[in-house]
C-alpha cells in the first residue's frame, strides 16, 4: 500500500475525463464522487477499470442553480454525453437508477504534461494506465445517485431510497470499498475515510463498515465477496467479521447460483486460489455450496493408519497450477484450475479400508470423471467442450503417474497420447502439480520419471504423427471383406487393430493391420465373403 497526498491523488486523476466530470457537476450544482474499488486500487497500487461515481445533491444549490434532478447520477451522465458528443456512448438503466458512458480511449489518455506532480513512480503508473489503455477500444464510468438501502429477510434485492454521501458509504460491503474522492474543482482530489478504511489496508484486514451480521444478513454475496477479497488481496478477514461470516452461512441459499459461481470463479484465478477456499470452510460456506469438496476435508484413522487430507492435498495441487513455470493465459488457465479442483473429487466415494493395503480409492479418477457433469450442472458452469476438457483430465490424471513409477513403454505413451489428444501437454501439467509427496527422493524420482514421459511423448509425436492418425483398416473394409452390415463387430475389430498398433504389436501399416484382421475376425467366428474367396483364388 502506498500513501497518498492530496496532490498526489491530484495528479493521478489528472486525466481530462475526471476534471470533465467534476466541471459538469459544478455546473448542474451537484456533488461527484470517485468511489468503491477505482479508489481502493490506487492505494494498493493495483490496476483497475472499474471507475464508479456517486452523484450526490447537496442540502441547498450551489452555483449552478435551477431544478434540482429526480435522479443526479443519470443527469450528470445525460449531461457529459451532450458534452461529449459522438465521442461517448450512453446507456441509462432507469429501473437501477444507473447510468453508464463508455469513451473512447482518445479522451481518457493521459499526458505526462498534465501531472504537477513528477516523480518516476508516478511517471511508471502512467506509462502501465495508457498501455492498458491502448489494448482497450473505451472505458466504461457509471453514475448512480447517493442513495440508502434497505432490505426484506428473503431477498437480496434493497429497497432504495434518495440519500446522502455518507448514506451511500454506509452501505459499502467493507471499509475498503468505502472510500470516495472529490471530483468538484474546489475540493479535486479530497478522501473521504468514514470507516478507516486505509488503516484496515495497512492492516490488510477485511472488515464491514457497519455490524457485518446486519451486512451480510443483507445481502448474502457480500460473503462470497468477502471471501474473494481476501483470496485476490490476501488480506486477513477480521475476526468479527468472520464470526459473522459463520453466523450467516446459512443465507448463501437465498444466492443465485450464477453469482455465487462468478465469484468463485473469481477465487479460482486468483494468484493463490487454495486461501479462498480454505475460508469458505472456515466460514461453513463450503459445505452449502460445494458439498463434493467439502466432503474431501478430514483423515480417516483405523488400525493406527490414516490416509491423506485430500481436501489440503487438492489445494496444494490447484497452487501448483496457479503458478506454473509457463502459466497458460485466457479462459483455458481456468478450466485447467478447474481440473485441478475436481482430479480427486471421487475419493470420497471409492474410499474402503482393506486390511492389507490400508485405505484404497480405486477408480477415483473415473469416479470423478462421471461426478464432472452433474457438479457442472448444480453450478451453473457451461456444459460444453470446456466440462468435457475438465471430464477428460480428471478422467486421465492417474495414467501419466502410473506410467511414471513403472517402466516408460511405446505403448503406454502412444495410448495416452491418442487419449489425450490436444491436450496432453495440460493433462502432464496437471499430473505434474499433483506430485505433492513429502518424500523428497520419491517427488524427485517421479519428476524425472515424468520428463521421461514428456521426451517419449515428442518422440512419438513426431513419428506416429498422431493428429492425423487413422485406422489403415476402414470400416468400410471390414464390412466389404466379411459381408457385414454397419454392427458392433466391425467397430470390435477397428479397435483391436487400433489397439494392436498402440500397443506396438504390429506395424502402422495396412498390410499388418489387414493381416491382424483376419486374424481377429477368425477367432470371432467370422469368415470371408465368397466374392472375396474367389477373387483370391
Known amino acids: 500500500m502506498r500513501n497518498i497526498s492530496r496532490e498526489e491523488m491530484r495528479s493521478l486523476l489528472s486525466a481530462p475525463i475526471f476534471h470533465e466530470i467534476g466541471k459538469t457537476a459544478d455546473e448542474m450544482g451537484l456533488e461527484v464522487y470517485l468511489v468503491g474499488g477505482y479508489v481502493r486500487d490506487l492505494f494498493l497500487e493495483r490496476p483497475s477499470k472499474d471507475i464508479d461515481c456517486v452523484v450526490n445533491l447537496p442540502p441547498s444549490p450551489s452555483q449552478g442553480g435551477g431544478e434540482r434532478p429526480a435522479n443526479p447520477g443519470i443527469a450528470l451522465a445525460q449531461a457529459l454525453k451532450k458534452k461529449l458528443g ?61 442513495r440508502r438501502e434497505s432490505y426484506s429477510r428473503d431477498s437480496r434485492k434493497p429497497i432504495v431510497e434518495d440519500g446522502t454521501l455518507e448514506d451511500d458509504l454506509d452501505r459499502r460491503d467493507f471499509t475498503i470499498n468505502a472510500l470516495a474522492v472529490c471530483l468538484n474543482e474546489d475540493r479535486f482530489g479530497e ?18 463498515p457497519l455490524d457485518p451480521d446486519i451486512t451480510f444478513s443483507d445481502d448474502p454475496l457480500r460473503m462470497m465477496r468477502c471471501v474473494r477479497f481476501a483470496t485476490q488481496l490476501r488480506f486477513q478477514i477480521e475476526d468479527e467479521t468472520q464470526e459473522a461470516l459463520v453466523r450467516n452461512a446459512e443465507r448463501i441459499k437465498i444466492i443465485s447460483q450464477e453469482r455465487i459461481i462468478d465469484e468463485l470463479n473469481k477465487i479460482m484465478l486468483s494468484p493463490r486460489p487454495s486461501i479462498g477456499f480454505v475460508e469458505l470452510s472456515r466460514a461453513g460456506l463450503l459445505p452449502i455450496i460445494f458439498p463434493e469438496l467439502a466432503a474431501l476435508e478430514g483423515v480417516e484413522v483405523r488400525n493406527g493408519r490414516g490416509h491423506k487430507d485430500n481436501f489440503y492435498h487438492t489445494l ?27 482430479h480427486d473429487i471421487g475419493k470420497p ?16 479418477n473415473y469416479i470423478g ?17 470446456r466440462m468435457h476438457y475438465v471430464e477428460k483430465l480428471v478422467g486421465l490424471h492417474m495414467r501419466p503417474i502410473a506410467i511414471a513409477d513403472d517402466e516408460v513403454t511405446d505403448s503406454a505413451v502412444r495410448r495416452l497420447l491418442f487419449e489425450a ?10 499430473c505434474e502439480a499433483d506430485i505433492t509427496s513429502k518424500n523428497a527422493e520419491r517427488k524427485q524420482r517421479f519428476l524425472q520419471n515424468f520428463q521421461l514421459v514428456r521426451e517419449k511423448l515428442a518422440d512419438l509425436q513426431a513419428r506416429d504423427n498422431y493428429r492425423t492418425w487413422t485406422n489403415p483398416v476402414t470400416g468400410e473394409e471390414i464390412m466389404e471383406t466379411f459381408g457385414l452390415q ?52
Open 191 to 208: 478522501l473521504i475515510d468514514r470507516f478507516d478504511g486505509l488503516l484496515d489496508m495497512e492492516d490488510r484486514l477485511i472488515a464491514t
Open 421 to 430: 489428444g490436444d491436450d496432453i501437454d495440460d493433462l502432464m501439467t496437471l
Open 369 to 385: 470423471q462421471k461426478m464432472v457433469a452433474p457438479i457442472f450442472r448444480r453450478l451453473k458452469l457451461p456444459l460444453d467442450e
Open 349 to 364: 466415494r471409492s474410499k474402503r479400508w482393506e486390511p492389507q493395503a490400508g485405505w484404497t480409492f480405486k477408480n477415483h
Open 486 to 537: 454397419p454392427c458392433r463387430k466391425v467397430g470390435v475389430i477397428k479397435q483391436a487393430i487400433k489397439d494392436a498398433i498402440w500397443e506396438s504389436r504390429i506395424e502402422n501399416t495396412h498390410e499388418a493391420a489387414h493381416a491382424y484382421m483376419l486374424e481377429v475376425a477368425k477367432e470371432m467366428g467370422l469368415k470371408i465373403k465368397r466374392e472375396k474367396l474367389k477373387i483370391k483364388n
Open 316 to 342: 496444494e495441487v490447484l497452487d501448483n497450477i496457479a503458478s506454473p513455470p509457463a502459466p497458460l493465459q485466457g479462459e483455458r488457465l481456468l478450466w485447467l484450475r478447474w481440473a485441478a479442483l475436481l
Open 86 to 146: 459522438r465521442r461517448a456512448h450512453l446507456s441509462v438503466f432507469k429501473n437501477f437508477g444507473t447510468a453508464q458512458l463508455k469513451f473512447l480511449i482518445s479522451e481518457f489518455r493521459v499526458q505526462s504534461s498534465e501531472f504537477k506532480v513528477q516523480s518516476s513512480k508516478v511517471n511508471s503508473e502512467l506509462s502501465t494506465l495508457n498501455s492498458e489503455l491502448s489494448t482497450s477500444r473505451a472505458l466504461e464510468v457509471e453514475f448512480v445517485g447517493a
